[in-house]
């Protein structure tokens, strides 16, 4: 199934986390989802454990506040056993339900198969592993899509290859600094899959810059990122324009994403996104950042 998402979806990894329900930081976290649901953005992704199962409860609370009409903009993760670390396909019938309950939901647009570490990827395709579970749960039509959400990238060209998942979500490999889910994207796209581009901004250096005590993929920068990223910085300072309006927009332009995941948890940030996708960039620094790039290890 192709799905249509809008050219941004908005991710909640750390909407309402350390919140208590009935808190007054609670009904922050709710106001700003409510904002999310509100936007011009199709989807806000969210995950089941994401912030402790917080994230979606406080979406939950958020929709009984928009409607009804809202409910099909939300998407989310099924995630193995927090205690067991069990991953099949009971555990993701499990995950699947305590999501639609904290979200209030009978239904999902997309349901993602998330960072599936504790299996093999034989170990998921086998009978009784958890994409058989994903299968039912679309066969059923409770599930409109299934996709698969995680990090490494030889595991998740093994998955989209067997053919059974509608959607792939990578985060952190392609960005202005690094390219490695090109492959993978090009393999989705042949295959007629929707991509999804999470992390645009590497985890923070991308948007906070070189002077900032950021990280690239939650790791500190190698000293030859580092390089590159001040170099780039240069060039966007010579043309008035911000590092990260840059990195969105690499994101945004490329005809291998459907859609960039950003993270969001604040109205204030939302709008932050909202100015950053409003700049436009001069194509001259697509040229620079191209031959910084080239010059990577």
Known sequence: MKIAPSPVTLGTSGLGRGTEPGSPEEQAAVDSAVALFESAHTYVDTSNNYS?????????????????????????????????????????LRSFEESCARLGVDTLPLLHFHDPYAVTVSEAMAPGGA?????ELRDAGVVGAIG?????????????????????????????????????????????????????FGSGILAK??????????????????????????????????????????????PLVDSTVVGIKTERRLHELNELMAIEIPDEIWVSIEEIQATAI
């Open 52 to 92: 402790e199962g917080r994230s979606e409860a406080v979406l939950g609370l958020a929709l009984q506040r928009v409607g009804a009409d809202a409910e099909p903009h939300v998407v989310t993760k099924v995630d193995e056993d927090p205690e067991t670390r069990a991953f099949d396909r009971d555990r993701v």
């Open 131 to 135: 994409v058989e579970g994903l299968i």
């Open 148 to 200: 698969i959400a995680t990090y490494p990238i030889d595991e998740m060209t093994e998955y989209i290859g067997t053919g059974v998942f509608d959607a792939v979500l990578s985060h952190n490999c392609f960005t202005l600094v690094d390219r490695s889910a090109t492959p993978l994207f090009e393999d989705a796209r042949a295959r007629g899959m929707t991509v999804f581009n999470a992390a645009p």
């Open 209 to 254: 810059g070189s002077a900032a005590a950021s990280t690239y993929a939650y790791r500190e920068p190698s000293a030859e990122l580092l390089g590159r990223v001040v170099k780039m910085e240069e060039v966007c300072a010579a043309h008035g324009v911000p590092l990260a309006a840059v990195a969105l927009h690499f994101s945004l332009r490329s």
